[in-house]
């Protein structure tokens, strides 16, 4: 092999604190992550302990407020702590963006007595998050849900509209739930109300509810190390003071938690094409063909170059989008835009890090087949690839006539 070992990303950081972060960071990567991947992906094993040592280390909390034990570091930070994950195993970049992701609607939708109560232990207590929207009829299209929550008792709400007080009776099932099984708790999308989008309520459901049960993880191409399964259930009790944001809110509240979710995707897209660039150029730097190393032929020479040109056109891309988030301008076009780049060039990368590997390229005794079978997954989570282009051109020309 080459002698030419992969050097870090130069990463243009806001702060002094940031770059200790990402050194932190890549020093959990190096020594905790990496080293195991390839064997516990292949085995099928999530890595429970590491995301304890996450937590611990403040890494589950980033982008949240320091009031209820966050790292208050903006997404422009966040997102490259992921993407540096996500380059030593991707089952753990996207593991933290999930976890992320679950905390979206208490922190930004929840009472201040809600807040106080679970978000803590939430951020920093050793705790795994998951989002319960999709169901097995219900992926693109998921302002058609048939999960139903029903109130049994209350009274008048918080607000002085409906009644409130009392639990809901959550039914149904959820599908595609990253992490479904394991997690402490889950961010759920149900109908309180009639069809359509104005008829979902959010809940906050304990990871150990009575009538909440998960399915066989699904078997899948890639990310074996990640558990994703279905989630049943049957007359879940939940606590009103459980219900985040007013009833009818659910589905602006998963809106505005996926705009933010699909620049996590895309940073952990860019983690994985990267990892597939180092690998395909410390093997083609090293292997030998007619006297000379392959890296030398045009050929490969301009592959690596256009690989390394989309990784960065896609850093760029996501790193503006989280730039618009954090001085709270709108977002959402340049979010589906970072997630359709990002994960396109992520396939489009890896899938040339196995042809210059050739042969080699395609066992499992070398990396490249491994980020290629996780890229593809990419293209499809938190909104496949044909929505995001449907959410971009919705912006440009307005909704689609009916």
């Known amino acids: 092999m080459s002698d030419r070992a992969p050097q870090p990303v130069d990463r ?5 604190e940031a770059r200790d972060l990402i050194s932190l960071v890549r020093e959990i990567a190096q ?3 990496a080293p195991h991947a390839a064997e516990e992906e292949d085995a099928g094993r999530f890595p429970r302990e590491l995301f304890g040592l996450l937590s611990e280390s403040g890494l589950l909390g980033l982008p949240y407020d320091s009031e209820h034990g966050g790292g208050d570091q903006p997404y422009e930070v966040y997102l490259q702590v992921l993407e540096e994950l996500a380059m030593a195993r991707l089952t753990v970049g996207l593991g933290v963006s999930v976890h992320t992701l679950a905390c979206h609607a208490l922190a930004n939708y929840g009472t201040k007595e809600q807040q106080a109560e679970h978000l803590p232990a939430m951020l920093g207590g050793r705790l795994l998050g998951a989002y319960c929207l999709s169901e097995p009829a219900s992926g693109s299209d998921a302002a058609s849900l048939r999960t139903k929550a029903v109130r049994e008792g209350g009274g008048p709400s918080r607000t002085g509209g409906a009644e409130s007080g009392g639990d809901w009776v959550i039914t149904g099932t959820k599908a595609w739930i990253t992490h479904g099984g394991i997690a402490d708790f889950y ?3 149900a109908r309180t109300g009639g069809e359509g989008s104005r008829g979902i309520t959010a809940f906050l459901v304990p990871g150990d509810a ?4 998960a399915a066989a993880p699904e078997k899948k191409m890639g990310m074996k190390g990640s558990p994703t399964a279905q989630l049943h259930y049957d007359g879940v009790r939940v606590a009103d003071s ?3 944001g007013e009833e009818g809110q659910g589905f602006a509240i998963a809106l505005s938690a996926l705009d933010s979710g699909r620049l996590g995707i895309a940073a952990c897209a860019i983690g994985v094409a990267q990892a597939a660039l180092d690998e395909a150029v410390e093997y083609a730097t090293g292997r030998r063909q007619f006297g000379r190393p392959i890296a030398d032929f045009q050929g490969l020479r301009f592959m690596l170059a ?3 040109t989309q990784i960065e056109a896609g850093r760029a891309l996501y790193l503006s989008a989280a730039r618009l988030r954090d001085a709270g301008r709108p977002f959402s076009k340049q979010a589906a835009m970072a997630k359709l780049l990002c994960t396109d060039a992520a396939m489009k990368v890896t899938t040339d890090a196995v042809q210059i590997l ?3 390229g395609y066992t499992a005794d070398f990396p490249a087949e491994r980020y290629m079978r996780e890229a593809k997954v990419l293209q499809i989570v938190e909104g496949t690839n044909q929505i995001q282009r449907m959410v971009i051109a919705r912006h440009l020309a307005g909704p689609e006539s009916r």
């Open 12 to 16: 243009q950081l806001p702060t002094e």
């Open 31 to 33: 020594r905790e992550i």
């Open 187 to 189: 961010t759920v999308m």
């Open 210 to 213: 009575e009538g909440l049960s």
């Open 242 to 244: 459980r219900r985040l």
């Open 306 to 308: 256009d690989m390394a």
């Open 358 to 360: 050739g042969g080699y």
